[in-house]
């Protein structure tokens, strides 16, 4: 009975929902630092499926935490500034811009789409 019940737990929490999980493929794609589109010379940050990758930053990101309407926060374990903490997204400017606030930082880093083919 014991080694069912051991079996079993794994399927049981597999099959709960997923509620806390990192959800961010509404932002999946690559940004600039500045509004050129990604043209040459520009600092190009990459985000993918619960990662944020970009010059001296690579995140991690986990479970989502509660945030004011039109951002976003989760948690995140960065290499670069090499903590883990609260990762914040301000998608209030969406369609123009997104921002950035690293773990541990107090500055927002502005994040701009780009275009394609570039």
């Not at 914040?88 to 690293?102: G, N, Q, T, V």
Request: glycine share 8%.
């Amino acid at each position: 009975m014991r080694r069912i019940a051991l079996f079993a737990l794994p399927l049981l929490l597999l099959s709960l929902p997923a509620q806390a999980q990192v959800k961010t493929d509404h932002l999946i794609g690559r940004y600039a630092t500045t509004e050129d589109g990604c043209k040459e010379g520009a600092a190009e940050f990459e985000i993918r499926r619960g990662v944020i990758e970009g010059p001296n930053v690579f995140c991690i990101l986990g479970a989502i935490k509660e945030t004011e309407v039109g951002t976003e926060a989760y948690e995140a374990n960065c290499r670069a500034p090499g903590v883990i903490g609260t990762l914040h997204f301000d998608l209030s400017k969406k369609s123009e811009l997104i921002r950035i606030m690293l773990p541990e930082s107090q500055d927002w880093l502005s994040l701009y789409v780009c275009q394609s083919g570039e």
